[in-house]
C-alpha cells in the first residue's frame, strides 16, 4: 500500500507559468507538466543556492524524497529542451495552504 503524499511547505508563486519553444506554433507542440513540488525544489536548489539539507528542511520534507522531487524536475526540463518541448508549471497540484 502506497503512502500518502507528505504536505510539502511551498513558498514561491511564478508570475509566468509556460515556456515554449520559439518559433513553434502552440497546437503543434507537446508539452511537459513540471509541478509545483519540483518548480519549488529546482528554484530553491538553482536560484538560491541552497545546499539539499537546507533546501528539504525548507519544504519539510527528507533530503531523500527532496532528491527524488529534484531529479525528476531536473529530467522533465532536460527532456523538454533536447526535445523542444513545452514547459508548463503545474500549479493546480499544489498541496500546501503555505503559500506566500
Known amino acids: 500500500?502506497?503512502?500518502?503524499?507528505?504536505?510539502?511547505?511551498?513558498?514561491?508563486?511564478p508570475d509566468v507559468t509556460y515556456f515554449k519553444p520559439r518559433g513553434v506554433p502552440l497546437s503543434k507542440l507537446r508539452e511537459v507538466s513540471l509541478e509545483y513540488d519540483e518548480f519549488e525544489a529546482i528554484c530553491l536548489r538553482y536560484t538560491k543556492e541552497l545546499d539539499q539539507h537546507s533546501c528539504a528542511k525548507k519544504?519539510?520534507?527528507?533530503?531523500?524524497?527532496?532528491?527524488?522531487?529534484?531529479?525528476?524536475?531536473?529530467?522533465?526540463?532536460?527532456?523538454?529542451?533536447?526535445?523542444?518541448?513545452?514547459?508548463?508549471?503545474?500549479?493546480?497540484?499544489?498541496?500546501?495552504g503555505d503559500k506566500s
Open 59 to 96: 519544504m519539510k520534507i527528507s533530503q531523500s524524497t527532496f532528491q527524488r522531487i529534484l531529479a525528476s524536475a531536473n529530467q522533465k526540463i532536460a527532456n523538454a529542451l533536447v526535445q523542444g518541448l513545452a514547459i508548463r508549471i503545474d500549479l493546480s497540484g499544489t498541496l500546501n
Open 1 to 13: 500500500m502506497v503512502r500518502p503524499r507528505k504536505i510539502r511547505r511551498t513558498r514561491f508563486s
